[in-house]
C-alpha cells in the first residue's frame, strides 16, 4: 500500500512548513510560461510511515528538453563551482517541499507535457507536468519580476568565478623555489613549509623597494614520540606545479621520520593569501608525545600582535593560548606595518561561524587536529601545539592552516583624498538622497553617496533589486552620474529580509541558506523575548531571528529578517543579485556590512564591480571583542576579506577616544594591510588624521573642514610617512605627541595629535629646508596660527594640529 503522497501547488502560493497539506493529492500540475522564461513550480512530499531519501528524475516536456529542467531542492552549484546532490530525508508525517525550475527554451510555443518521478526510499511517484507557453520571449529569464520567483536560479549562479587576477595584484610568478606576489616572495623549504617570507613594502606601506626578511628561521614541523624529537627526510622529490596559472601557486612534498610520513600540500594565490594541509600517517601504532607548528618571526620585526584573545597593538614577549570555542579565536596576525603573517588553525571539521552577535548560534568547531592544543608567542616565534595523541596504524590525520602574508598591497591615498562619503540610513522619504545627491560635489565632496538599507530607494535588508524600489535606485543613480558622482548601496549576506518573495523557497531548503537555527526559542541581543509574531507563525522552526526595521510609506511596515548559513548557494544569489544591480542600476558598488563571506566570494565579487571602473567595496564591522561575538578581533575574522576591499568603516564600538596609538594602528587603521578606513564612534579628528582619517558624513562628526583643508593644503599627490615609520622626516619632542607626514617636491604637511592628558608644549625635529610652520584656521579643529622651526608649539590635551610648512 502507498505511504507516498504528493501534492503539487504553483509558485504564487508557496508551501510554507507551518502549513496543513492538501487533503487530496495532485500528482499533477497545470501552468502558464513565457518563452525565456526560469519557470518554477512545487511538488510537495508526506509519507504516512516509513519515509526516506528524497529523490527527483527529470523528464522531458515536449520540446523542452530533460536537460532544462533542475530541482533546486536536492542540488545544484555550490559557491566554488562545484556541482552537488543534497541529500534530503523524508520523515513520516512530515511534509518536505521540492522547488523545480524549467529553463524553458526561447524558441518553444505551445503545450509542452511530461512526467517527472519523485522518490521517496524505494517507492516511486510519477507527477504529470502540463506548460502552456506563449508570449513574448524573455531576454532575463522573468528576473525582473521578483514575485515571479525565477531568481531563484540565482542560486546556482557562477558570475565572478573566472580565474583572473583581480586589481591592484599581479600575476603569481615562480623561480625555483620561490613564489612572488605583490611586493612579497616566499621561498619553499624541502619539507614544503615556507623557509622564509621576504617583503618589499617600505615602512609606510606608500612603496616598493628592496625585499627584507620576516622570517629567523624556516617554519617547521616538530614531533617528539617515546624515541625523542624526530628528524624528517625527503621521501622523494618534491613535485610542483608552481605557475601552473597566473592566479595560484601549488605544491606538495612528502617526508618521513621513524613510523610516519608527512605529505604537505600547499597553495598561495595572488594576494599572497595561502594554505597548508600538514596530513601525518602512521605506518605502525604511534604515540605522539607532541606535535608543534613552529614559526619564527625575526624579534624585530614582531612588533605587533593581533588575535587569540590579544586585542590588537604591541606584541608581548610572551603569550600563552587555549582553545576554547566559545570565544572566535582560530588565529593571529604578527609582525610590523610592512611585513606581517596571519595563521588560521583549521581542521578537516572547519565550518565558518556566525559573525557579530549570532556567534554563539554556530561558534567555530573545535579542529579534530589542533583543539588538542593551544599556541604560544615567544620574543616573535609562535608554536601551534597539539599535546600527546595516539595514531594508529594507517590512520592520518590533517592539520591545516590557513596563512597571510601582509600588507597585500599598497595604500591607494589619492582614492582616500578624493573619494569623500555620504552614508544616509533611515529616512523613510526620498527627499534626504535626493537632496544630498543635488549638493555632491565631484571634486570638493561628498561624491559617493552610500544607500543604506530600511530607506526610501533600498527598503528592505539585503534585497536592493526589490520590485516595489528599484526603479526609484536605478533614477537616484541615474541622477548621481549626470553630476559624475557615485552612488553606492548597502548590500551584505549576514541576513535576509522576510520581504523578499523568495524567503519561503528559501526555508524550505532544510537549513542550506537559513540558518537552522532555534526559531521560536532564540533569544539574541535584539529580541531578548524571542523572535518577532510574524516569524514564528510563517517559518514555524529553524531559524535564527535577526535585524528589523520599521518601513511603511509605499512599502511594507515592517522589515523583519533572518540569519543566512555561510559558504552556501545564498553565495551565488548574493553576487547574481550584485551583477544584476550593476548590470540594471548600474550601482557604483556595494558597502557590505559584518558578513560572514569568504575570499572566493569576495574575488568574484570584486569581477563583477570591475567590469566598469571606479566601482567600490567599502566594509563596515562592529567591534567583535565581547561577549556577544566571543571576543575575536575584527581584521583577523576578516582577514581574507582586505585584499578585495577598497575602504574599511571601523568604529562602530571601538574605543577610538581611548584607542593607544599601537591599538589605533592595528586594530582600527588597516594600513598594516594595505587598507585605509574612515572613523565612526568617537571620531577624534587630529588622531585620525595620522592615519589619513577623517570621519564619515554625517556620523560622529563633519569632516567638510577638513576636506577643504586638504584641497587648500594639497593633501593630493603626497606621500603618507607614518609616525610609526623610521622614515618619517618630523618627530617630537614629546612622548605622547605623535607627527604623521605627508609628503611632496615641493610642500610637507605634518599632522599633529596628543595622547596627553594635559596641554603640552611641543618642538619638531624637521628638515633643515624648514623654516616656518603654518596652521590654517579649520572649523572645530584648529585655530590660524604661525611658527618658526625651532619654536614651542602648544599642544591642547587630547588633541593636535595640521600644519603646512615652508622653507
Same mark, same amino acid.
Given at each position: 500500500m502507498p505511504t507516498l503522497t504528493v501534492f503539487t501547488a504553483p509558485r504564487e502560493r508557496p508551501i510554507r512548513r507551518v502549513d496543513t497539506p492538501p487533503s487530496t493529492p495532485s500528482a499533477t500540475f497545470t501552468g502558464a510560461a513565457r518563452p525565456g522564461e526560469f519557470f518554477v513550480f512545487q511538488i510537495a512530499l508526506v509519507?504516512?510511515?516509513?519515509?526516506?531519501?528524497?529523490?527527483?528524475? *527529470?523528464?522531458?516536456?515536449?520540446?523542452?528538453?530533460? *536537460?532544462?529542467?533542475?530541482?533546486?531542492?536536492?542540488?545544484?552549484?555550490?559557491?566554488?563551482?562545484?556541482?552537488?546532490?543534497?541529500?534530503?530525508?523524508?520523515k513520516p508525517g512530515k511534509t518536505q517541499v521540492l522547488w523545480v525550475g524549467v529553463d524553458v527554451p526561447k524558441s518553444v510555443r505551445g503545450r509542452c507535457a511530461g512526467t517527472v518521478t519523485v522518490t521517496v526510499g524505494a517507492e516511486r511517484v510519477p507527477v504529470e507536468i502540463v506548460l502552456t507557453v506563449s508570449g513574448k520571449p524573455l531576454d532575463d529569464h522573468g528576473d525582473s519580476v521578483a514575485a515571479n520567483l525565477s531568481r531563484l536560479r540565482w542560486l546556482d549562479s557562477t558570475a565572478g568565478a573566472e580565474r583572473t587576477v583581480t586589481k591592484p595584484f599581479l600575476p603569481v610568478q615562480v623561480s625555483g623555489s620561490k613564489i612572488k606576489v605583490l611586493g612579497r616572495q616566499l621561498t619553499l623549504g624541502s619539507e614544503g613549509l615556507p623557509s622564509q617570507i621576504e617583503s618589499a613594502f617600505n615602512g609606510s606601506n606608500t612603496k616598493l623597494g628592496k625585499l627584507t626578511p620576516l622570517l629567523a628561521a624556516p617554519m617547521r614541523l616538530e614531533v617528539e614520540t617515546a624515541s625523542g624529537p624526530l628528524r624528517w627526510s625527503p621521501a622523494g622529490r618534491m613535485s610542483r606545479s608552481l605557475g601552473a596559472t597566473e592566479?595560484?601557486?601549488?605544491?606538495?612534498?612528502?617526508?618521513?621520520?621513524e613510523g610516519l610520513s608527512l605529505l604537505v600540500t600547499g597553495q598561495l594565490d595572488y594576494t599572497g593569501s595561502g594554505s597548508l594541509t600538514l596530513r601525518l600517517t602512521a605506518h605502525k601504532p604511534t604515540d605522539v608525545r607532541e606535535l608543534a607548528l613552529v614559526v619564527p618571526l625575526l624579534p624585530e620585526r614582531a612588533k605587533l600582535m593581533m588575535g587569540l584573545g590579544k586585542q590588537g597593538g604591541t606584541a608581548p614577549k610572551s603569550w600563552s593560548w587555549k582553545w576554547d570555542t566559545k570565544k572566535h579565536q582560530d588565529a593571529l596576525w604578527l609582525g610590523e606595518v610592512n611585513a606581517g603573517l596571519m595563521?588560521?588553525?583549521?581542521?578537516?571539521?572547519?565550518?565558518?561561524?556566525?559573525?557579530?552577535?549570532?556567534?554563539?548560534?554556530?561558534?567555530?568547531?573545535?579542529?579534530?587536529?589542533?583543539?588538542?592544543?593551544?599556541?604560544?608567542?615567544?620574543?616573535?616565534?609562535? /608554536?601551534a601545539f597539539t599535546g600527546p595523541r595516539t595514531l594508529a596504524a594507517g590512520e592520518s590525520r590533517d592539520f591545516i592552516v590557513d596563512f597571510y602574508l601582509t600588507p597585500f598591497k599598497?595604500?591607494?591615498?589619492?582614492?582616500?583624498?578624493?573619494?569623500?562619503?555620504?552614508?544616509?540610513?533611515?529616512?523613510?522619504?526620498?527627499?534626504?538622497?535626493?537632496?544630498?545627491?543635488?549638493?555632491?560635489?565631484?571634486? /570638493?565632496?561628498?561624491?559617493?553617496?552610500?544607500v543604506h538599507q530600511a530607506t526610501f530607494f533600498s527598503p528592505y535588508i539585503n534585497y536592493p533589486y526589490a520590485d516595489a524600489s528599484f526603479s526609484a535606485l536605478q533614477k537616484?543613480?541615474?541622477?548621481?552620474?549626470?553630476?559624475?558622482?557615485?552612488?553606492?548601496?548597502?548590500?551584505?549576506?549576514?541576513?535576509?529580509?522576510?520581504?523578499?518573495?523568495?524567503?519561503?523557497?528559501?526555508?524550505?531548503? *532544510?537549513?542550506?541558506?537559513?540558518?537552522?537555527?532555534?526559531?521560536?526559542?532564540?533569544k539574541t541581543l535584539l529580541h531578548p523575548n524571542g523572535p518577532h509574531p510574524w516569524l514564528t507563525e510563517n517559518l514555524g522552526e529553524d531559524f535564527i531571528p535577526a535585524w528589523q526595521d520599521k518601513v511603511g510609506g509605499p512599502y511594507a511596515e515592517l522589515d523583519l529578517s533572518v540569519i543566512t548559513t555561510p559558504d552556501?548557494?545564498?553565495?551565488?544569489?548574493?553576487?547574481?543579485?550584485?551583477?544584476?544591480?550593476?548590470?540594471?542600476?548600474?550601482?557604483?558598488?556595494?558597502?557590505?556590512?559584518?558578513?560572514?563571506?569568504?575570499?572566493?566570494?569576495?574575488? /568574484?565579487?570584486?569581477?563583477?564591480?570591475?567590469?566598469?571602473?571606479?566601482?567600490?567595496?567599502?566594509?563596515?564591522?562592529?567591534?567583535?571583542?565581547?561577549?556577544?561575538?566571543?571576543?575575536?578581533?575584527?581584521?583577523?575574522?576578516?582577514?581574507?576579506?582586505?585584499?578585495?576591499?577598497?575602504?574599511?568603516?571601523?568604529?562602530?564600538?571601538?574605543?577610538?577616544?581611548?584607542?593607544?596609538?599601537?591599538?589605533?594602528?592595528?586594530?582600527?587603521?588597516?594600513?598594516?594591510?594595505?587598507?585605509?578606513s574612515e572613523m565612526l564612534d568617537g571620531a577624534h579628528p587630529w588622531r585620525g588624521l595620522l592615519f589619513g582619517e577623517t570621519a564619515r558624513l554625517p556620523w560622529s562628526?563633519?569632516?567638510?573642514?577638513?576636506?577643504?583643508?586638504?584641497?587648500?593644503?594639497?593633501?593630493?599627490?603626497?606621500?603618507?610617512?607614518?609616525?610609526?615609520?623610521?622614515?618619517?622626516?618630523?618627530?617630537?619632542?614629546?612622548?605622547?605627541?605623535?607627527?604623521?607626514?605627508?609628503?611632496?617636491?615641493d610642500r610637507l604637511l605634518i599632522a599633529l595629535a596628543s595622547w596627553a592628558k594635559t596641554d603640552v608644549a611641543v618642538t619638531l625635529t624637521l628638515p633643515k629646508t624648514i623654516q616656518t610652520l603654518h596652521a590654517a584656521a579649520i572649523p572645530n579643529f584648529q585655530p590660524e596660527a604661525s611658527y618658526r622651526s625651532g619654536e614651542l608649539i602648544s599642544i591642547p590635551a587630547g588633541k593636535g594640529l595640521f600644519l603646512r610648512a615652508a622653507p
Open positions: 509519507a504516512s510511515e516509513g519515509g526516506g531519501a528524497v529523490g527527483f528524475v *527529470s523528464g522531458a516536456l515536449g520540446a523542452i528538453p530533460a *536537460s532544462a529542467m533542475r530541482c533546486l531542492s536536492l542540488g545544484g552549484i555550490d559557491m566554488r563551482g562545484k556541482a552537488f546532490t543534497k541529500q534530503l530525508t523524508l592566479t595560484l601557486a601549488q605544491w606538495d612534498s612528502v617526508s618521513q621520520a595563521l588560521r588553525l583549521k581542521g578537516a571539521n572547519f565550518r565558518r561561524p556566525l559573525v557579530n552577535i549570532y556567534y554563539g548560534f554556530q561558534p567555530l568547531n573545535l579542529p579534530e587536529s589542533w583543539g588538542t592544543g593551544g599556541v604560544t608567542v615567544e620574543n616573535g616565534t609562535i /608554536r599598497l595604500l591607494n591615498t589619492e582614492a582616500q583624498w578624493h573619494d569623500r562619503y555620504i552614508h544616509l540610513g533611515g529616512s523613510k522619504s526620498p527627499e534626504p538622497h535626493e537632496k544630498a545627491v543635488a549638493e555632491m560635489d565631484a571634486t /570638493r565632496g561628498p561624491n559617493v553617496l552610500n537616484l543613480t541615474q541622477a548621481a552620474h549626470a553630476k559624475n558622482t557615485r552612488v553606492k548601496v548597502y548590500y551584505t549576506t549576514r541576513e535576509i529580509t522576510q520581504n523578499m518573495p523568495e524567503l519561503i523557497p528559501l526555508h524550505s531548503l *532544510s537549513g542550506e541558506v537559513i540558518v537552522a537555527g532555534p526559531g521560536k526559542n532564540a552556501s548557494r545564498w553565495n551565488n544569489f548574493y553576487l547574481e543579485g550584485l551583477k544584476w544591480l550593476c548590470e540594471k542600476a548600474d550601482i557604483d558598488g556595494v558597502y557590505i556590512d559584518d558578513a560572514a563571506l569568504d575570499s572566493h566570494s569576495l574575488a /568574484r565579487a570584486r569581477r563583477i564591480l570591475d567590469t566598469r571602473p571606479k566601482r567600490l567595496i567599502d566594509f563596515h564591522t562592529w567591534n567583535h571583542f565581547n561577549d556577544w561575538a566571543g571576543y575575536g578581533t575584527n581584521l583577523v575574522i576578516y582577514q581574507e576579506f582586505l585584499p578585495y576591499l577598497d575602504r574599511l568603516w571601523i568604529g562602530e564600538g571601538f574605543p577610538a577616544r581611548d584607542a593607544a596609538p599601537d591599538y589605533w594602528l592595528t586594530e582600527m587603521s588597516g594600513i598594516p594591510f594595505g587598507m585605509m562628526g563633519d569632516p567638510r573642514p577638513l576636506w577643504k583643508a586638504f584641497d587648500d593644503y594639497g593633501i593630493q599627490n603626497t606621500e603618507l610617512i607614518g609616525f610609526w615609520d623610521d622614515a618619517c622626516p618630523v618627530k617630537t619632542s614629546h612622548p605622547d605627541v605623535r607627527a604623521t607626514v605627508y609628503q611632496a617636491k
